[in-house]
Antibody, heavy 118, light 110 residues
């Protein structure tokens, strides 16, 4: 069965950095694109970033462009989200999700909390 | 302000039929297929409807989706108490080169 497990969350000061990881299993990781989506406390879902199966193309939300970088290591079946220049408004639960095609988020991880606070 | 517009809330009694709308534009719903996600309280979202009207394995037939022009709808028939959840529509936006979500609709079963 498909499993996605996020790690690397925690509390960080404004302006700081954090890297999230998402370890995948149960499917051929190198065949599928991967997304990051976040949800601020009490708010709706906000898409963050997407990377194609082979890393050849990626897309980012305007709210994180220039600050967040998605990457992947197909040999480790892991997708990453490098987050720099963090702001309080980046506080959220971050989910990784397996894509079917580009825009269908077929399976989701359980989420990991990132808190940006001094 | 979300690119896709959903009503913030919807409600119904057990056994009733409820619909949730999702309105967009030519660059998103008008050009691409729509997916729906269900988020039960305290859990991660789950794919509920894909490609406008397809149900993943395991999703009851009580859930159905449709799309017309720049709008989409999710219908839930035979409402059950365990259907209480937040529902989100989503699609790709060709102008933004981004995945866009609706603001979400909180469904209450009275």
């Amino acid at each position: 069965q498909v499993q996605l497990v996020e790690s690397g969350g925690g509390v960080v000061q404004p302006g700081g950095s954090l890297t999230l990881s998402c370890a995948a299993s149960g499917f051929i990781f190198s065949n599928y694109g991967m997304h990051w989506v976040r949800q601020a406390p009490g708010r709706g879902l906000e898409w963050v970033s997407f990377m194609r199966h082979d890393g050849s193309k990626k897309y980012d939300a305007d709210s994180v462009k220039g600050r967040f970088t998605i990457s992947r290591d197909n040999s480790k079946k892991t997708v990453y989200l490098q987050m720099n220049s963090l702001r309080p408004e980046d506080t959220a639960v971050y989910y990784c999700a397996k894509a079917d095609g580009v825009a269908t988020l077929e399976y989701w991880g359980q989420g990991i909390l990132v808190t940006v606070s001094s | 302000q979300s690119v896709l517009t959903q009503p913030p809330s919807a409600s119904g009694t057990p056994g009733q039929r409820v619909t949730i709308s999702c309105s967009g534009s030519s660059s998103n719903i008008g050009s691409n297929t729509v997916n729906w996600y269900q988020q039960l309280p305290g859990t991660a979202p789950k794919l509920l409807i894909y490609t406008n009207d397809q149900r993943p394995s395991g999703v009851p037939a009580r859930f159905s989706g449709s799309k017309s022009g720049t709008s989409a709808s999710l219908a839930i028939s035979g409402l059950q108490s365990e259907d209480e959840a937040d529902f989100y529509c989503a699609t790709w936006d060709d102008s933004l080169n981004a995945l866009v979500f609706g603001g979400g609709t909180k469904l209450t079963v009275l």
